[in-house]
Nanobody, 124 residues
Framework: QVQLVESGGGLVQAGGSLRLSCAAS????????MGWFRQAPGKERDFVALSTWSGISTYYADSVKGRFTISRDNAKNTVYLQMNSLKPEDTAVYYC?????????????????WGQGTQVTVSS
């Protein structure tokens, strides 16, 4: 049973930073694609970042490129999202997800396993 547990959300002022963590367990993830997504109230769940489990390939939404970095610690089975220069429009619930098939697609529908989400609020 795949389990993903996010942590690290909180309240931060605009221009600040947060690091989200996603601890994965229950399967071997070496061939997986990991993703971060976010959902603001009343909006659809949007793609934020992708990474292969190896970390060799990454991909970002245009809205976060240059500000967010996805990384992983294989020894800890944990994926991170470092968020810098945060803006009020980054406010959302952030979710990590895994596609065990390792497809390189940013649509949420490709991801079968999801964490519970962590709230990020950026004040102006």
């Amino acid at each position: 049973q795949v389990q993903l547990v996010e942590s690290g959300g909180g309240l931060v002022q605009a221009g600040g930073s947060l690091r989200l963590s996603c601890a994965a367990s229950g399967r071997t993830f070496s061939s997986s694609t990991m993703g971060w997504f976010r959902q603001a109230p009343g909006k659809e769940r949007d793609f934020v970042a992708l990474s292969t489990w190896s970390g060799i390939s990454t991909y970002y939404a245009d809205s976060v490129k240059g500000r967010f970095t996805i990384s992983r610690d294989n020894a800890k089975n944990t994926v991170y999202l470092q968020m810098n220069s945060l803006k009020p429009e980054d406010t959302a619930v952030y979710y990590c997800a895994v596609d065990l098939a390792g497809r390189w697609r940013s649509s949420p529908s490709n991801f079968a396993y999801w964490g519970q989400g962590t709230q990020v609020t950026v004040s102006s």
